[in-house]
């Protein structure tokens, strides 16, 4: 027995422990905790912050300027770096800490692993309160940490030094779990980090936790292999675990052999490169023509690695044949059983190989017909895209499908595009053309205002070879511009494409669908009347990126905006295309929706609006149904 102690503080300990973690999957090493984001206050400046002095070669560290930021900038490697790596995040207590919620509560909805280490106030309470404390008169034991329990995979506080030996060990266990990741929060009280302790040498010994395939069941497997030879219109549904598991090869064998059509989700694009012949493009509320079509009259849905959002099940009004059925394939049981499906709980690669053989000795294939029809069908598509990016007059203001148009004739499969919230999520959705699996990344499980510019920093450190691309509305620019400065400071060539239409363009057009008139979605000056209906709010975000230290390009066209981006996409340090869109609805622009999304309408008004937009609701919702 290996009785050898090393004396450290907890916080020393914990980075030491933190830098001799590694994962594996397919014979593929990976480190852990690549780095660690902070900010300093007393909660964690004398714990953790000393801790990375003293481990600085063990342990890269980089600075960040807001602590929400710093989680999307480790959320956004963690995802490049297909979930088998990521940062660590640590802060002061406090206002510090609660800042990470918002962070954790993404990486949590997206099943992407990243470690919080917030401050916490004293374990010993020699002064209580003490700065930044939130008092609980009913619960001593209670602190601002505890807002993060609902949004953390696993949570602990620490109050004592040896009590870091098993929640270090849980914590990367959760991390490291293709079922259970996501956000995991170390709570540190600001004493406990700076005890000393005796720690025992085997909780510093290199560990490597490997990422299992789990295999389907074989009783399960043979359902579904019925499930899909009985099938006359199946239609599958790619999420996002399909781009975790790494399964995008299996994936296209199940297609080839079989025909069977790949739709998918704001998290699965690019499951499928945009070209396969069975590829038909986005699905749901913000998917395609083709897509919604075939989803309507599917009778066999099978869902690889989703978890049928509302977006992608149109809120339940989407799959229509009186007849569908569902088959799951998911890491998780939850998943899995969504919708009444048939499960078959496996790892999405190991998954799809299975089904893909089980159904090899039949040579199962759909009709011919059905091909034809959805190959015929996307066609149809295609050249909606095309009139959608088409710019005939090369010296008019450019729209927002234009300025997608131009981005995609000029990248390459290198490029990766990153986008959350706004009206772009739908736009790319629909248009976009994803030429490689991870040039996709559109955040839309909690569609995050402010995700883009910190996850593009992440990206690029997890892919530095590549063009990184950052596509944000002028209102997420001013929900999170602070980590330009960061991307300035590392020197890091992202690029960024500021698209100013004044205002919540997208809450825009919905406010004025479900009957609230627009109300607080222009960036308008107050007008005499006391609302919000004067002129554009006189701002210069492309001033204030240049202030924060990018190189900036304004296009003004659509010839200027394509020279931009050309000059964007070769230039060696961080740059900011920035172009004021056109939005007259006499233009054309990209189709319209093509499925439903449920946003309830106030059940009385006396406002026309609202009255007109409550009928629409009426009819609409009158096509919902359970699954069962």
């Known amino acids: 027995m290996n009785t050898r102690t090393r004396r450290l503080t907890t916080a020393q300990a914990l980075v030491a422990f933190l830098a001799r973690q590694y994962t594996e999957r397919d014979g593929r090493r990976s480190r852990l905790i690549a780095a660690t984001w902070g900010i300093f206050g007393h909660g964690n400046v004398a714990g953790i912050g000393q801790a ?47 800042n990470l919620v918002t962070g954790a509560a993404l990486a949590t909805v997206n099943h992407l692993p990243v470690l919080l280490l917030p401050g916490d106030t004293f374990a010993t309470r020699p002064a209580d309160p003490v700065l930044q404390q939130l008092e609980v008169p009913a619960a001593g034991d209670v602190t601002v940490n505890d807002c993060l329990r609902p949004v953390s995979r696993y949570f602990d506080r620490i109050t004592r030094p040896e009590a870091l030996v098993p929640a270090a060990l849980q914590a990367v266990r959760t991390l490291t779990d293709p079922a259970g990741t996501g956000a995991v929060t170390l709570a540190l009280p600001q004493d406990v980090q700076a005890q000393a302790y005796d720690w025992p040498e085997e909780f510093f010994a290199e560990r490597v936790w490997y990422v299992r395939r789990p295999a389907p069941d074989p009783y399960e497997l043979d359902r579904a292999v019925r499930a899909v030879r009985a099938a006359r219109r199946p239609l599958l549904v790619a999420g996002g ?24 989700t704001q998290a699965g694009k690019g499951a499928l490169r945009h070209d396969h012949p069975a590829e038909v493009g986005g699905i749901g509320h913000t998917g395609t023509a083709t897509a919604d079509a075939l989803a309507r009259t599917a009778d066999l849905v099978i869902g690889v690695g989703t978890r049928y959002s ?24 939850f998943d899995a059983h969504k919708l009444g499906a048939l499960p078959l709980v496996a790892d999405a690669r190991t998954a799809l190989e299975a089904l893909t053989a089980a159904l090899a000795p039949t040579g199962h294939r759909v009709a011919p017909a059905y091909v034809r029809e959805y190959t015929e069908a996307k066609a149809a598509w295609e050249r909606c895209v095309t009139a959608a990016f088409d710019a005939p007059d090369p010296a008019a203001r450019p729209t927002q499908a234009q300025v997608i148009g131009a981005l995609d004739g000029l990248v390459t499969d290198d490029d990766i595009l990153i986008n959350a919230a706004g009206s772009l999520p739908g736009d790319l959705h629909r248009l976009w053309r994803a030429r490689s699996p991870h040039q996709y990344h559109v955040e839309y499980g909690y569609s995050c205002m402010g995700y883009e510019i910190p996850a593009a920093i992440g990206v690029r450190l997890a892919a530095p070879d590549r063009p990184v691309w950052a596509l944000v509305g002028d209102g997420t620019y001013l929900m999170n511009p602070t980590e330009i400065v960061t991307a300035v400071q590392l020197g890091l060539p992202v690029k960024l494409v500021v698209l100013q239409n004044h205002g919540y363009a997208s809450i825009g057009g919905l406010s004025a669908q479900v009957g ?61 295309v920035y172009v004021e869109t056109e939005t007259a609805d006499t233009l054309s622009g990209p189709p319209p929706a093509q499925a439903w999304w449920d946003v309830p309408v106030a059940e009385t008004a006396t406002r026309p609006s609202a009255l007109k937009a409550r009928e629409e609701y009426d009819r609409h919702v009158a096509d919902r149904r359970h699954h069962l």
């Open 52 to 98: 990375l002095v003293e481990s600085a070669a063990a342990m890269p560290y980089l600075q960040g300027r807001n602590e929400q930021a710093m989680v999307h900038a480790a959320v956004g490697y963690a995802r490049q770096s297909g979930r088998l790596s990521t940062h660590a995040v640590t802060t002061s207590i406090g206002p510090g800490a609660t």
């Open 310 to 333: 509302d977006f992608t099940t149109a809120s339940a009004t989407l799959f229509a044949h009186p007849d569908v059925r569902f088959l799951n394939l998911s890491i998780t049981g």
């Open 516 to 576: 609230a008139e627009r109300l607080g979605t222009a960036y308008r000056l107050r007008a005499p009347d006391g609302t919000f209906t004067g002129p554009p709010l006189p701002v210069d975000l492309a001033a204030n990126a240049a202030s924060l230290g990018m190189r900036v390009l304004r296009a003004e066209t659509v010839r200027d905006l394509r020279e931009a981006l050309a000059e964007a996409r070769s230039s060696d340090r961080p740059t900011c």
């Open 241 to 264: 675990g399909v781009h975790h598991s790494a399964a995008e090869e299996a994936l296209a064998a199940l297609a080839d052999a079989t025909g069977i059509p790949v739709a998918t």
